[in-house]
């Protein structure tokens, strides 16, 4: 069992940065692959990073490549997402997500059995 707890969203300008930051409880944590996932009213939940259960490989949308950053630390059981060059367009609840072992994909919502409660980003144009 893993349990994941968001922290870190908030108001920011077009421009700006954000630090988003999701603590795991669970002995499973650091096996894992994690991932971050949003979703903005009216659209449908979207895939953002992911991060192999070493740290060693991440990956991106589109969207976010070369603006957005994952990392982890498996000692304190924490995942971050670094926003920086925030977008109007990037405004959603961010959602942090505990891989699946036998997934087959970073991707997809259905690759992940462990879900935060959200935490809401917010950018003014």
């Known amino acids: 069992q893993v349990q994941l707890v968001e922290s870190g969203g908030g108001l920011v300008q077009a421009g700006g940065s954000l630090r988003l930051s999701c603590a795991a409880s669970?002995?499973?944590?650091?096996?894992?692959?994690m991932g971050w996932f949003r979703q903005a009213p009216g659209k449908e939940r979207e895939f953002v990073a992911a991060i192999t259960w070493s740290g060693g490989y991440t990956y991106y949308a589109d969207s976010v490549k070369g603006r957005f950053t994952i990392s982890r630390d498996n000692a304190k059981n924490t995942v971050t997402l670094q926003m920086n060059s925030l977008k109007p367009e990037d405004a959603a609840a961010y959602y942090c997500?505990?891989?699946?072992?036998?997934?087959?994909?970073?991707?997809?919502?259905?690759?992940?059995?462990?879900w935060g409660q959200g935490t809401q980003v917010t950018v003014s144009s």
């Open positions: 669970g002995r499973t944590f650091s096996s894992r692959a």
């Open positions: 997500a505990g891989g699946k072992y036998s997934r087959s994909s970073y991707y997809r919502g259905t690759d992940y059995d462990y």
